[in-house]
Nanobody, 120 residues
Framework: QVQLVESGGGLVQAGGSLRLSCAAS????????MGWYRQAPGKQRELVAV???????TYKDSVKGRFTISRDNAKNTVYLQMNSLKPEDTAVYYC??????????????WGQGTLVTVSS
């Protein structure tokens, strides 16, 4: 019923920037919460950033000051602007949304993942 499509990953040198996008489609009434997770090889998936309906955002400590999460409600899209990238940011990044559908139902939906590789 609801699908997320991610884009924007790629290869970048340390200190560079990337902007990830994740667009939702389907029977959406509203998107309550949008977030980004990442999973590096051999590590657990971790929360990177989350933004709620009031545009209040929360970040993992290691990305504070470097990453910015934002949302465009008209486009059902969440973004992650990543600046000053470090090799330790290398991971598959997944977007996640808590969606209210029509008819009313709450769904947790995941994107397919996009690979970010930061070289040094």
């Amino acid at each position: 019923q609801v699908q997320l499509v991610e884009s924007g990953g790629g290869l970048v040198q340390a200190g560079g920037s990337l902007r990830l996008s994740c667009a939702a489609s389907g029977s959406i009434f509203t998107i309550n919460v949008m977030g980004w997770y990442r999973q590096a090889p051999g590590k657990q998936r971790e929360l990177v950033a989350v933004i709620d309906r009031d545009d209040k955002s929360t970040y993992k400590d290691s990305v504070k000051g470097r990453f910015t999460i934002s949302r465009d409600n008209a486009k059902n899209t969440v973004y992650l602007q990543m600046n000053s990238l470090k090799p330790e940011d290398t991971a598959v990044y997944y977007c996640n949304m808590i969606v209210t559908t029509t008819p009313v139902k709450y769904l947790e939906v995941w994107g397919q993942g996009t690979l970010v590789t930061v070289s040094s």
